[in-house]
């Protein structure tokens, strides 16, 4: 009977690991310092440093309802330790958090940051955050789930 048991927990243990995926952690996907990236006449923007490329039309839309002045817009991006991608341009309202997905790029949080709109917003990397300037404004702490208040700057 006890052999029987052991044959069949080692089994079903073997079936368990052979289903597991492999994980490989920890991983940082950050990158130490902001891409800027200037749209092309389709609105594409390419970050050559990380072989990224992406339609901004849709962002724009998203963000002034008009996608059809999509030439030379500058673009800010960063990525942070768990592999979201943040993006904001002068005078947006909102930063954009992105998720990879197959063949894109899917919003995962808009983050309301001005109605005014914002002047000259630039990212740097404080990890475990992304920290949001813009001109003389206080900076702020972002996460894939908004303002972090109270987070060390």
């Excluded at 002045?69 to 991006?77: D, P």
């Excluded at 993006?87 to 909102?94: C, I, R």
């Excluded at 930063?95 to 709109?117: D, P, Q, R």
Aim: aromatic share 8%; hydrophobic share 40%.
């Amino acid at each position: 009977m006890r052999l029987i048991i052991s044959l069949l927990a080692f089994v079903v243990s073997g079936l368990l690991v052979g289903c597991s995926s492999l994980m490989l952690k920890p991983a940082d996907f950050s990158w130490p310092v902001e891409s800027v990236l200037k749209s092309d006449g389709k609105g594409m923007v390419q970050e050559s440093r990380y072989q990224l490329s992406f339609s901004i039309k849709p962002l724009l839309f998203e963000e002034t309802g008009d996608s059809t002045n999509v030439a030379g817009i500058t673009v800010r991006m960063i990525r942070d330790q768990m592999g979201y991608y943040y993006l904001v341009a002068p005078k947006f309202k909102n930063v954009y958090v992105f998720t990879s997905a197959e063949g894109g790029l899917k919003l995962e949080k808009k983050v309301m940051i001005s109605e005014a709109g914002l002047g000259a917003p630039a990212f740097n990397a404080r990890p475990p955050h992304v920290q949001l300037l813009n001109g003389n404004d206080k900076p702020r702490l972002l996460s894939k789930s908004g303002i972090q208040e109270g987070a060390q700057q």
